[in-house]
């Protein structure tokens, strides 16, 4: 059994932990990279954002739902911030409309809910400053 620290470095160089994970069990799991082509200014999705994606993405194509809807969950699953619909729409290449209809989708299943943030000129403390 191979270890964590052995585990094979991808062809750009990422860290495949699904397929470190599958090969534990003796199964062999490719996972497909995500064509997600990014310029300058758009944040690109790291190895294991687009692991988790596909994961997602491949979980609901199980239950008859768009990939859009995957993509989304797995983008909110393993972000550490909520992420706002821009940020979706960039991020993962996909339209305004379908971003929309998704979330409204994952919010009626009760998988996503909406908060609010702040202005960023507001400043935020912690009872212990006040």
Not at 95 to 109: D, F, I, P
Request: negative net charge; contains cysteine.
């Amino acid at each position: 059994m191979q270890g964590a620290e052995d585990a094979e470095v991808g062809e750009h160089g990422e860290f495949s932990l699904c397929s470190f994970l599958f090969e534990q069990k003796n199964f062999i799991h490719t996972v497909r990279s995500v064509d997600i082509l990014q310029d300058e200014n758009q944040q690109q999705l790291d190895p294991l954002e687009l692991q988790v994606v596909e994961f997602f993405v491949d979980g609901v194509r199980v239950l008859g739902l768009p990939r859009s809807i995957g993509e989304i969950y797995g983008l909110l699953f393993i972000s550490q911030a909520p992420l706002s619909l821009d940020d979706l729409v960039q991020r993962l290449k996909i339209s305004k409309g379908s971003a929309s209809q998704g979330l409204r989708m994952l919010k009626g299943l009760g998988a996503v809910r909406e908060v609010e943030i702040p202005l960023k000129d507001e400043l935020i403390t912690s009872q212990r400053w006040s």
